[in-house]
């Protein structure tokens, strides 16, 4: 990967992390139960993990079409993160929400390269 650059090796992390840390969370808020397990909470860290995960995998390749890709995970992100926020005064859904935000911001610098 010495072919790309730090801020696409860096976008390439924080989305791996991203779904590492939804997937997990996915596990953990079906253990938790109630608000944690609604059906729309775990619908978007599925979300968020897939399309994390889609994002990596374009960027790895050098897809053309990495920002478009980028955009939408940073969409989602986002959205992830809001509702993990919701679950307030828990440690794991505060950790999730910090990685989203994290990855969100990489893939929307990601995103703006499309214009370059």
Known sequence: MSHISRELKDCI???TTCH???AETIQYC???GGKHAEAKHIRLLIDCAEI???SANYMLRGSDLHPETCR???IVCDQCAESCEQMT???EMKCCADICRKCADS???MESKRAA
Do not use: I
């Open 89 to 91: 005064g828990d440690a």
């Open 107 to 109: 893939c929307h610098r």
């Open 20 to 22: 590492d840390v939804c």
């Open 52 to 54: 994390c995960q889609t």
């Open 30 to 32: 079906l253990e938790k």
């Open 72 to 74: 939408t995970c940073a």
């Open 13 to 15: 992390d924080n989305c």
